[in-house]
């Protein structure tokens, strides 16, 4: 019942898709909000309220919330910081760079909070970070303010006990797209041109979780996603720079790619994206769950971090970010 409902809702919303009004060019959109998109953020906020209002473990981590990483007074630019439990700010830790799904359109870092808490009781220091959603935003404004979580991260180190000299991203859905679009970009200048940004000082390794990553594919997923993003994101963005199958480049940090094959949202374009990495000779890591038990579905382990198979994925995530720590 719940996944017809579902299906019911999306296809309503890719109905009231066509009644949106175009943004405007430039970095930032003066008009209203597609009413697909609004629609989207309301239904987000519903599926994932115990999210919204904080009623997930906190795997006794701490926590600080809300920090404006843009000296701004955009919500869209605010971040939190768990550390483990006992952890004093004078003790240097690794740092895990957290970036939300959401179809590139919706939710918010409290979808991330108990995913990023976890990590923090494996001993890391966790950002978990918002950032400006399309079409507000264009995916070079969305690389932009990555970078500069890392340039704060660094200006913040000894506020905030950050070992600056190993910074790990992590990414589902979308926000997996954006994590392996910030990777191939610190060793290929065309992405770096494009998206005005440089390479981000001690960063060293990415994990994306379920990640799409592509709007020109020939398949239902990709045309589906660039018909509901519309025509005005096609103007502001450039579709074949961003897409896996141009910015997948030899020579890019390393890669760990999570996935499952009851994904039904994204697994099709998680493989492709290990299929296109391995024909390429890139260097990468990548593992399928599986489950009898458990439903495994889209971003499980961040969702679900409770689940045998999620703490089992984010156990190998965590190793994965070890064994790349420099030395």
């Not at 009781?121 to 399309?134: A, D, E, K």
Request: hydrophobic content about 35%; charged content about 20%.
């Amino acid at each position: 019942m719940k996944k017809r409902i579902l299906t019911i809702l999306l296809s309503l919303l890719f109905l009231v898709s066509f009644m949106a009004v175009p943004v405007q060019a430039g970095s930032k959109s003066e008009s209203p909000i597609p009413v697909w998109v609004q629609g989207m953020r309301v239904w987000q906020m519903q599926h994932n309220k115990d999210a919204e209002a904080k009623n997930t473990p906190t795997y006794c981590s701490t926590e600080m919330d809300d920090i404006n990483y843009m000296g701004d007074q955009d919500t869209y630019h605010l971040l939190d910081v768990y550390s483990p439990k006992g952890a004093s700010p004078q003790q240097k830790l690794p740092v895990i760079v957290e970036v939300h799904g959401g179809a590139y359109v919706s939710c918010n870092k409290k979808i991330n909070r108990q995913h990023g808490l976890y990590f923090a009781s494996q001993g890391f220091r966790v950002v978990n970070i918002n950032y400006t959603l399309v079409p507000e935003a264009t995916i070079k404004q969305e690389l932009q303010e990555i970078t500069r979580v890392f340039q704060w991260i660094h200006e913040n180190a000894a506020t905030y006990g950050f070992d600056d000299n190993n910074i790990f991203l992590t990414g589902d859905s979308a926000g997996g797209h954006l994590v392996l679009l910030f990777t191939a970009a610190q060793t290929d200048p065309e992405l770096q041109a494009y998206l005005e940004i440089k390479p981000s000082a001690g960063f060293r390794a990415t994990t994306a979780t379920c990640p799409v990553g592509s709007f020109t594919a020939n398949d239902v997923r990709s045309k589906g996603m660039t018909t509901l993003l519309g025509p005005d994101f096609a103007k502001r963005n450039d579709r074949k720079l961003l897409s896996y199958e141009s910015f997948d480049k030899a020579g890019m940090p390393p890669v760990f790619l999570v996935t499952t094959p009851s994904d039904t949202t994204a697994y099709p374009v998680t493989k492709a994206i290990h299929e296109d990495m391995t024909a390429k000779g890139i260097p990468h890591q990548y593992k399928e769950y599986v489950s009898p038990a458990n439903d495994l579905e889209h971003v499980f382990n961040v969702i679900k971090p409770d689940l045998p198979e999620s703490v089992q994925a984010n156990q190998d995530i965590c190793a994965f970010f070890r064994s790349n720590m420099a030395k």
